[in-house]
């Protein structure tokens, strides 16, 4: 979690651990790759459920948009899930 981050900052922050963690697999040859998604609350949710499901369909569109990438989204009301 990287609190009172403003969004360019936090992107920059998680595409550096993602190189990192890309270099340190490389290193040993393991055949691993990471898709990252940077949730962004400008204003959290009242309900933690909220931010939990956000936060797994961020997860579901990096992992469905191709490997090795970092996917942002900001959270607004309107991004509410839905059953």
């Known amino acids: 979690m990287l ?7 936090a992107v ?11 270099a340190y ?3 040993h040859e393991w055949p691993v790759t990471f898709s990252i998604g ?3 609350f ?3 949710p009242d309900v933690d459920d909220e931010i939990v499901s956000f936060s797994d369909q961020l997860m579901y569109q990096v ?5 090795n990438d970092v ?13």
Request: glycine share 4%; proline share 9%.
């Open 63 to 67: 992992k469905s948009s191709g490997k």
């Open 3 to 9: 609190v009172k981050s403003d969004p360019d900052h």
């Open 71 to 83: 996917l942002t989204k900001i959270f607004s009301p309107a991004a509410k899930s839905r059953p």
């Open 12 to 22: 920059s922050a998680i595409e550096k651990l993602r190189k990192n963690l890309d």
């Open 42 to 44: 400008p204003i959290l």
């Open 25 to 27: 697999m490389a290193q």
């Open 38 to 40: 940077l949730g962004v």
